[in-house]
């Protein structure tokens, strides 16, 4: 096994992230004078037109996961062993693990954007990239995976075991419009080149174990883009795959829909749907397994194998685990056919009120994101400081069905520049590895314009 696809299983296997989903910081919703906002909500304007710095106009990385280092390894004296390593029981192990547990990548670099003031409204011109990738893993495949077999003949049943990775370039046009003094309305327009995607899901995974052999009999899909390869063994199976022959390989449209009502002087509600749409991969790879039943070797006592101490060091039981994995999913090849795939559509309503001649406000933000195998859903708190005309702060509070978490964001728009930095979610503990130690769900934005 090759050693990219080596690192993709036991990502799923592990979930385990080094790196910290896709909009622009929800921190920056009520800071008025920040570029950058319309990702947010298309209804607002900017106060003058601006250019983004390429690369740097907005960048954001996210790591949302309902489980973290933790949750899979476990200190002993110096090293680390998995939760599949016997001094480990399995209530101890099996109690921190979800019912679904979820591990997701999101990133959105803005390559350029340049916003104008025109036709009445603002406006903007975006180019950036997208990636969404997400791991879905069911409690059982780890109860599996560490109970094994505890009676001379046992079964386990699995559902809904999956991985899937969107990839696109997006060309945003944008315009926001004043319909009254109290009314603001916004539409954006995306059309979306697909680079590379693909998904893999299992469903009704049924793991037979007795004395004699482990059967497993499972329906199994696999569909790639064009740039991933598959390779087969003498027997049909999915043996590896690689990456080359890279290329457009699909197109897609979205819409970003928003509204903005002031009430009065002081308070403000407002409304916004963005990433209404889909993207259609042509000349996909097709892999699949229709309930075919094979013999499985099993796991080989992950994490207790390698050291004197019986502990094993992270990177070995990584390697370990991924080897063992491999065997669980079995592909064989289903020809070409094309496909379509939703954009993760996100919905926000938003109330602010302001004190102080506005210099203070406080704001509420509930989001709702849809499209993707989970559905999240999240409301923030937020207290947003403007105490002069070229900076202005914010910190909140948010609670989700992921977990609740503080964030806060720094917004500098003098005349001439715009820069900002935050986060919306902060974790409070990593590991020597810099990997979130409990439930991970981790943001970071910052972004860097010049104003016209």
Request: aromatic share 12%; charged share 20%.
């Amino acid at each position: 096994m090759n050693q990219f696809r080596k690192y993709i299983l036991v990502a799923a296997a592990l979930l385990v992230a080094t790196a910290a989903s896709s909009q622009t910081l929800n921190s920056l919703y009520f800071l008025e004078g920040n570029n950058q906002r319309h990702r947010l909500n298309p209804a607002f304007t900017s106060e003058r037109g601006f250019v983004t710095f390429p690369l740097l106009g907005n960048l954001n990385p996210t790591l949302n996961s309902n489980i973290g280092l933790g949750t899979v390894l476990y200190p002993q004296g110096d090293e680390m062993v998995t939760f599949m390593h016997p001094s480990i029981s399995n209530a101890e192990a099996m109690a921190k693990f979800k019912s679904m547990n979820v591990l997701e990548f999101d990133l959105n670099l803005d390559i350029l954007t340049v916003g104008f003031n025109a036709w009445g409204g603002s406006n903007t011109i975006g180019l950036s990239l997208r990636s969404q990738s997400g791991f879905y893993l069911p409690k059982g495949i780890f109860q599996f995976m560490k109970e094994g077999q505890t009676a001379s003949e046992q079964e386990y049943n699995i559902d809904d075991l999956g991985a899937q990775s969107q990839n696109y370039v997006e060309l945003a046009l944008g315009h926001s419009h004043k319909i009254t003094d109290k009314l603001s309305v916004g539409a954006k327009v995306k059309v979306l080149v697909g680079a590379l995607y693909a998904k893999a899901s299992a469903e009704n995974m049924r793991i037979y174990m007795s004395d004699n052999e482990w059967r497993i009999t499972e329906r199994s899909r696999l569909i790639t883009s064009k740039g991933i390869n598959y390779e087969f063994d003498e027997d049909g199976y999915l043996s590896d795959f690689d990456f080359s022959n890279f290329g457009v390989a699909g197109y897609g449209l979205g819409f970003d829909l928003g509204t903005v009502y002031r009430i009065n002087d002081a308070a403000t509600v407002s409304l916004a749907i963005t990433d209404i749409g889909f993207i259609s991969w042509k000349d996909c790879s097709v892999a699949r397994n229709n309930n075919e039943e094979f013999v499985y070797n099993g796991f080989d006592n992950i994490g207790a194998e390698d050291n004197p101490d019986g502990s094993n060091d992270f990177e070995d039981a990584a390697d370990e685990l991924g080897d063992s994995a491999e065997g669980l999913i079995n592909f064989k090849d289903d020809g070409k056919q094309g496909h379509t795939s939703s954009l993760y559509t996100t919905i926000r309503a938003a109330g602010e009120y302001g004190l102080l001649k506005n210099k203070i406000s406080f704001g509420a933000l509930f989001t709702m994101r849809v499209g993707t195998p989970r559905v999240y859903t999240e409301g923030m708190i937020t207290a947003n400081f403007r105490p002069t005309g070229w900076f202005n702060a914010a910190i909140n509070g948010s609670f989700s069905n992921v977990r609740s978490s503080m964030g806060a964001v720094l917004n500098f728009h003098p005349r001439a520049v715009n820069f900002f930095i935050g986060t919306d979610y902060i974790i409070a503990k990593f590991s020597k590895q810099v990997i979130p130690v409990n439930a991970a769900k981790f943001n970071f934005a910052m972004g860097l314009s010049f104003n016209i």
